[in-house]
C-alpha cells in the first residue's frame, strides 16, 4: 500500500494559525537545558550529587506574555 498525502488548504491555515500564537518569540540559540529532576529531585540529590549535571531537552521558556498570548 502506498500512501499519497495532499496538501489540504484548511489544515495549512490551521498551522499558520496555531504558529500565529507565538508571534514575537525570540527563537532559541543552542541546546544549554536542563532535565528537570522534578519531584524525586530530593532522593535523587541524596543519592547523586551531579543532579545539576544532567542535561537534556526542553522548549525554551516563553518569553511572551499572557496578554501577548491571548
Do not use: W
Not at 11 to 28: E, I, K, M, R, Y
Not at 40 to 62: C, I, P, T
Amino acid at each position: 500500500m502506498k500512501l499519497i498525502f495532499k496538501r489540504q488548504a484548511y489544515q495549512t491555515n490551521a498551522v499558520a494559525s496555531v504558529v500565529d500564537c507565538f508571534a514575537g518569540q525570540p527563537l532559541g540559540q543552542g541546546l544549554s537545558y536542563r532535565i528537570d529532576p522534578g519531584k524525586a529531585a530530593a532522593s535523587v540529590q541524596a543519592r547523586h550529587q551531579a543532579v545539576d549535571e544532567m542535561e537534556g531537552f526542553k522548549n525554551a521558556e516563553l518569553a511572551l506574555s499572557d496578554h501577548e498570548l491571548l
